[in-house]
Each structure stands twice: as C-alpha cells, then as structure tokens.
C-alpha cells in the first residue's frame, strides 16, 4: 500500500503524496482501491470556494460560501454514506484548513438503546424517499446538522450534546500546502470541515473522489 493503512484506520485520516501514485484524481484512485460511482455524482468533483451564499442551496458552498463549514460526513443524508473520501490538491493555498475528529468518542457515553432509537430523517426526499436514519448504524457513524433533521425529543437530545461535544473537541488540523498533496478521510469514522477562505485563497482548487476500499 502507498501509505499506512494502520493510520488511516486509527486516526480517521491519512495524508500522502499523489503525484508518486498517479497523473490525476481518477488515477490515483484507481491505483489504491474501487472507486464508489454514486450516482447523479461526478467519479472527480471539483471543489473551489464560492462567495454566492443561497440559504435554500443544497451544498455547504451554497450555504456558507467563503465562511467555515462546521463538522459533517459527507452524503449523511444517505442510507449508506460512501466510506471513503479522497482530497487532492490542485491549486494550494497555506490559509485555508481541513480539520478532522474522531467520531467514536463523541458517541462514548450515550446508552446504546438511546442510539438506536433517536432517528433522523433527510431534509429532503431522497429517490422520493424519508428514510429513517440514525446517528450510528452499527458499523459507521453519520453527523450533519443541516441536511439531516431529528425526530422527537430523544433525537433532538442527542443531536444536542453532540453539537456541544463536537464545540469542545481538539480537531487534527490539515493544508494541503502543495499541488498533488492527497487526504484521505475516513466518512464512516470521522467527521471534517474546512476552516474559513480568505480572499488570498480564492483560487483554492481540490478534487474529490469517493472510494469504497483499499486494494492497492
């Protein structure tokens, strides 16, 4: 393997260097696992800031634009969130930030019983759907305090003193400080968000792909 998957598994997240894995997003991807083709989603999605703030977007750009995005997992609104994501540098900037928390020890006291009955639901219909969902599903948590919303008190409860958790949590903090550098995080296991974009960093360029395992 290219890099230490012991890492990638205890810390939520590893860093590499992709230009001595592949030419590009897509290559590099293929050279470490399977890459997830979602569909409706791009294999490799460009990622740049965006100051054009809608409050009914669909995306954290939308929402936020140069502002920070707070803590997720991608595609949380999903039944099945794809479990890896991979970022790759294409223009650097050293001001803008990717941080990253473990999930497990925001959920280490909550009564089991609790977890599985707090549901969620999507904001939205999904495939015309309002899939129930919890917060931890057994084998991988999900957070996103816009696009998934409790149901119920306990719910609401839960969804509370995680929030305070995840306001109190030293995050690992990652720059993609040069062209090619790679993070890959782990979606099931830990939670990310992107520090504020000044206008320096306007030109921030990444890629990003989604990946459902390791085989290289």
Not at 34 to 47: F, H, M, R, S
Not at 48 to 62: D, F, H, K, L, R
Not at 138 to 156: H, Q, S
Request: net charge neutral; charged share 25%; proline share 6%.
């Amino acid at each position: 393997m290219y890099f230490d998957l012991n890492k990638l598994k205890n810390d939520g997240f590893v860093e590499f260097n992709g230009n001595l894995i592949g030419d590009d997003s897509l290559d590099i991807a293929n050279n470490l696992g399977k890459v997830e083709n979602i569909p409706g989603v791009d294999l490799v999605q460009t990622l740049v800031p965006s100051n054009n703030i809608n409050n009914e977007a669909s995306s954290y750009s939308g929402i936020y634009g140069f502002e920070e995005f707070p803590f997720h997992s991608d595609m949380a609104h999903w039944y099945r969130p794809p479990r890896f994501l991979m970022l790759r540098c294409l223009t650097a900037s050293q001001f803008v930030s990717t941080k990253i928390i473990k999930a497990a020890p925001l959920f280490e006291n909550e009564d089991p019983n609790d977890l599985r009955r707090a549901l969620f639901r999507p904001r939205r219909r999904l495939d015309g759907h309002l899939s129930p969902l919890r917060l931890f599903e057994g084998d991988f948590y999900r957070w996103d305090y816009l696009f998934i919303e409790p149901i119920g008190k306990l719910a609401k409860s839960l969804q509370a003193r995680i929030e305070q958790r995840i306001a109190i949590a030293t995050p690992n903090i990652h720059i993609l400080a040069h062209a090619g550098d790679c993070l890959i995080i782990d979606n099931w296991q830990a939670f990310h968000a992107r520090s504020t974009i000044p206008a320096a960093a306007s030109n921030r360029k990444l890629e990003r792909v989604y990946l459902s395992e390791f085989t290289g």
